[in-house]
């Protein structure tokens, strides 16, 4: 066991992790924070992305151990978020979930997208949205989420708001 | 989809990191981003019994340009080659091949150097590197060897760095302003390893015309005298040039090969000035 101290969630976590745990199961299992989802575990479908450092990141290929001292996101954080806030509504007004299982994922590779590219057009977010599995093929649902959020802060940079 | 057990160590410089894998005996995986090694780990195709972290040692992390060559330390990731760490001409091909490398989510993590390392053939920065006549520093117990980028790779995720060498650094000759280039990489699904890569670089100040397919199943196969490709006569000379990677008897792969140099080609070919 390797002794790690990082923050999660605005919160300084000190716990003892077995070098092998993924960060994901760490979240899930030691902090009971299961927002964090799991699904392909090597990496390829983005169920598990949070944020590392702020940057999006894989927390199955990421384990818990190499996290000592850094920053963690996981998408409970995000409730008071003004982004992801009016993206949680998008999501909702253009269908942009069904099961949800990809959702927490979706939402920060969403916020990521809406952050660092702000002028991005419809085939830049379906691009960026690549690394993100959705299997009830909700993907018209979500594109349009992210659009309407950007074209919405868009209309408020021109606003000079 | 569990690893094994291994043990975890991240030390502060390279000394003591060749000393905890010279102790290991070959037991042992270097990690940096940890995004090809991770799934390796997950899957069990990868069961050491120790890891050395290296993403900590400053050595690793630098970037140093000097007249002739840039050097971008191993543990630098694609996202900030992506975000335009590397100066100059050579920085402008480097952000768009690291662009299109996996997910930014992965690009955060990945390094060049874990790329190089774990050599893959069908990733990107292989191939690239190898474009470009990149060169790698390489330390371990018995001190500082540079090798052509070319003589790392030995096959499929092959390499002759020893059990106790770290990859530390990669060099890549500069561009000059007035080098033109094109890469095609052709996937199905954006963000997947290639299953052809097409690449061609003219630097007409330093007489370089250079030309690489990669994706081939081992090291990427290089050209570099390739004129024929940028004068009358291109089609054929492509098809020459994938014929001596070895892609002639398999009709898929000799086709997507030839299409994705081709592509490559045009791509120089209408170049713009960016």
């Known amino acids: ?161 | 989809m569990k690893p094994v057990a291994f043990d975890y160590e991240k030390p502060a410089d390279l000394a003591s990191a060749i000393a905890f894998l010279r102790r290991a005996n070959g037991e042992a995986k270097v990690i940096a981003g940890g995004q090809s090694l991770g799934p390796m780990l997950n899957l069990r195709l990868a069961q050491p019994r120790l890891l050395v972290d290296v993403r900590g040692i400053a050595a690793l992390n630098a970037v140093e340009a000097s007249p002739d060559s840039t050097t971008i330390g191993a543990a630098v990731t694609h996202a900030a080659i992506e975000d335009g760490r590397i100066a100059g001409p050579i920085g402008g091909l480097l952000s768009h091949v690291a662009a299109d490398i996996a997910y930014r989510a992965v690009r955060n993590r990945g390094t060049i150097g874990g790329s190089l390392a774990h050599a893959d053939p069908a990733a990107d920065w292989l191939t690239t590197l190898l474009l470009l006549d990149a060169s790698v520093l390489i330390e371990g117990s018995g001190g500082r060897r540079t090798l052509p980028a070319a003589q790392l790779v030995t096959g499929p995720f092959q390499t002759n760095l020893a059990a106790d060498e770290i990859l530390v650094a990669v060099r890549i000759p500069n561009l000059s302003r007035a080098a033109r280039w094109g890469y095609y990489k052709f996937c199905r699904k954006p963000g997947e390893f290639a299953e052809a890569i097409g690449a061609v670089l003219h630097d007409p100040e330093r007489g370089v015309v250079r030309a690489a397919i990669g994706a081939i199943g081992g090291a990427p196969h290089i050209v570099v005298s390739a004129e024929n490709l940028l004068n009358g006569g291109r089609t054929e000379a492509a098809l020459h040039i994938v014929e001596e990677a070895g892609l002639a008897e398999d009709a898929y792969e000799r086709q997507v090969h030839f299409v994705a140099l081709q592509r490559a080609v045009r791509r120089l070919s209408e170049w713009r000035l960016k």
């Open chain 1, 1 to 161: 066991m390797k002794s790690i101290t990082l923050r999660v969630n605005d919160r300084d976590v000190t716990a003892a992790v077995e070098p092998r745990t993924q960060l994901a199961d760490f979240l899930r299992e030691q902090l009971l924070l299961t927002g964090t989802h799991i699904g392909c575990e090597h990496g390829v479908c983005g169920a598990c992305t949070l944020e590392i450092d702020g940057a999006p990141a894989r927390s199955c290929i990421t384990y818990a151990v190499a996290c000592d001292k850094a920053t963690v996101r996981t998408i409970e954080s995000f409730d008071d978020d003004p982004v992801m806030t009016t993206l949680r509504e998008a999501f909702s007004a253009e269908h942009g979930l069904q099961c949800g299982y990809c959702t927490p994922g979706m939402l920060i590779t969403a916020r990521d997208i809406v952050m660092r590219l702000p002028n991005a057009d419809e085939p830049r977010v379906r691009k960026e949205l690549s690394g993100n599995l959705c299997r009830c093929t909700g993907y018209n649902g979500i594109v349009k989420a992210i659009m309407r959020v950007l074209a919405a802060r868009g209309a408020r940079s021109r606003d000079g708001a």
